[in-house]
């Protein structure tokens, strides 16, 4: 018995060493063998969202500008009207996409330095027009309508071959056509009770038109 024990424990320790072995080796050769790749460099990059409000106005980025960048000179001065002689006043406002991204474009006006605030607005009336002669807006943004009126915020269709409301970014300021732009006439003309509204004299309106421009 004592013989066959310690042939046992011969026999279990040449197989516990077998076993260390093939484990250093086998965890040794693996570790011998690796192989790696690599995509670096990723990265995003986010296009720019601008636009140009006639030649030399730019569009101003994150808030309605009352100032400085954003903040475009008048489409329309009237000064020393005289109910006699005075049809109307036009003036041009060019909008360009010059972004890099396609973008939309709404008209308002209404809210804080575009409310119409002077009692001449009642007898004054503003339309809006643009290069657009057929559907879908027909040229027409907003018809003639009274300063004390409702001009409910219109989204603006390029003018493009088929108009859409999505325009192309990467336009040129100034060029106010085609897929990137659209040129728009404002015309303010006397209202009704103009010329015999006595209390006009000597009063005044104003008001500010918004463009907005938002990533399509």
Request: charged fraction near 5%; glycine fraction near 14%; charge should be negative.
């Amino acid at each position: 018995m004592e013989g066959k024990s310690k042939r046992s424990l011969r026999v279990a320790l040449v197989l516990g060493a077998a076993v260390a072995g093939t484990a250093l080796v086998g965890w040794g050769g693996l570790a011998a063998w690796s192989a790696y790749t690599e995509n670096a460099g990723n990265s995003v990059a986010a296009g720019t969202l601008s636009h140009a409000n006639g030649l030399s106005c730019v569009s101003n980025l994150g808030s309605v500008p009352t100032s400085g960048t954003g903040f475009c000179t008048a489409t329309i001065t009237i000064a020393n009207v005289d109910p006699a002689t005075w049809t109307s006043t036009v003036g041009q406002i060019k909008i360009v996409n010059t972004g890099s991204l396609n973008s939309t474009f709404q008209l308002s006006m209404g809210t804080a330095l575009q409310a119409p605030t002077g009692t001449l607005c009642a007898d004054v009336t503003l339309g809006v027009t643009d290069l657009n002669s057929g559907s879908p807006d027909n040229g027409t943004v907003w018809a003639a309508t009274a300063l004390t009126g409702t001009f409910t915020a219109a989204n603006l269709y390029n003018n493009a071959a088929s108009p859409v409301l999505s325009w192309t970014g990467g336009g040129t300021a100034g060029t106010a056509t085609g897929a990137t732009g659209d040129t728009y006439t404002v015309t303010a003309a006397p209202g009704a009770g103009f010329a015999t509204h006595y209390a006009d004299q000597g009063t005044s309106c104003t008001f500010g038109l918004l463009f907005t421009q938002t990533a399509a």
